[in-house]
């Protein structure tokens, strides 16, 4: 396949590196706050772990990503395995679901201001420095893609918690079809039209 060349391969590799490592601290933040929230239905199942064997799903995480790579399609995203909470455990349910679906993309963001310390450090080595870099751009990606409000995204958890209960009972009817509407917008690129000028200005700030 044209442009599969060694220094291709090897920046896919860090891009899949880096995404792995960042899916599975979102949902490793959900099931933690959750636990803080009184929920242990996450660390029962063994949830809550950088271990990424329990986190893996076949589609979001492997086949998804693979395809971005391998057709140079100029972003890469993806998801791990939903981590399961169950919000009848949470102490306070309103702020524990609020909680819990924050959870997920300020890990990514937090984990974006880390990259981007060390991109500041400008320490000599070009491999480090690239993950850096590909760290601080996958992760707010991440972060803003999972704030947009269409189920399942943790951004839809947020936005039914300050819809009025008749508003809330008809947001609910776009869960079976969430999906496919995330996927027409990303192909018709609305998606990027609505993700990316918040992207840019974040990224302005932390990679200078």
Same mark, same amino acid.
């Given at each position: 396949?044209?442009?599969?060349?060694?220094?291709?391969?090897?920046?896919?590799?860090?891009?899949?590196?880096?995404?792995?490592?960042?899916?599975?601290? =979102?949902?490793?933040? =959900?099931?933690?706050?959750?636990?803080?929230?009184?929920?242990?239905? /996450?660390?029962?199942?063994?949830?809550?772990?950088?271990?990424?064997?329990? =986190?893996?799903?076949?589609?979001?995480?492997?086949?998804?990503?693979?395809?971005?790579?391998?057709? =140079?399609?100029?972003?890469?995203?993806?998801?791990?395995?939903?981590?399961?909470?169950?919000?009848?455990?949470?102490?306070?349910? %309103?702020?524990?679901?609020?909680?819990?679906?924050?959870?997920?993309?300020?890990?990514?963001? /937090?984990?974006?201001?880390?990259?981007?310390?060390?991109?500041?450090?400008?320490?000599?080595?070009?491999?480090?420095?690239?993950?850096?870099?590909?760290?601080?751009?996958?992760?707010?990606?991440?972060?803003?893609?999972?704030?947009?409000?269409?189920?399942?995204?943790?951004?839809?958890?947020?936005?039914?918690?300050?819809?009025? %209960?008749?508003?809330? %009972?008809?947001?609910?009817?776009?869960?079976?079809?969430?999906?496919?509407?995330?996927?027409?917008?990303?192909?018709?690129?609305?998606?990027? /039209?609505?993700?990316?000028?918040?992207?840019?200005?974040?990224?302005?700030?932390?990679?200078?």
């Amino acid at each position: 396949m044209p442009g599969m060349n060694f220094p291709y391969l090897l920046e896919a590799a860090l891009m899949a590196v880096v995404l792995l490592f960042s899916v599975i601290v =979102h949902e490793v933040a =959900h099931g933690y706050v959750a636990l803080l929230n009184g929920d242990p239905t /996450a660390r029962m199942l063994g949830r809550i772990t950088l271990n990424p064997v329990p =986190h893996i799903d076949p589609i979001g995480t492997i086949l998804l990503p693979l395809l971005l790579l391998m057709t =140079h399609a100029g972003i890469l995203f993806g998801w791990a395995k939903p981590v399961p909470v169950n919000p009848l455990n949470y102490r306070n349910y %309103r702020w524990g679901e609020f909680a819990v679906s924050a959870a997920g993309p300020v890990s990514n963001l /937090a984990l974006a201001a880390l990259f981007s310390v060390v991109l500041r450090l400008g320490i000599n080595n070009p491999g480090l420095m690239q993950m850096a870099y590909f760290g601080v751009s996958i992760n707010i990606f991440l972060a803003l893609f999972n704030l947009i409000p269409i189920p399942p995204l943790d951004g839809s958890h947020i936005l039914v918690l300050f819809l009025p %209960r008749e508003l809330a %009972r008809l947001y609910a009817y776009l869960q079976p079809v969430g999906f496919v509407l995330i996927l027409i917008l990303f192909y018709t690129g609305i998606m990027g /039209a609505i993700i990316m000028p918040l992207y840019r200005a974040i990224a302005m700030i932390m990679l200078g």
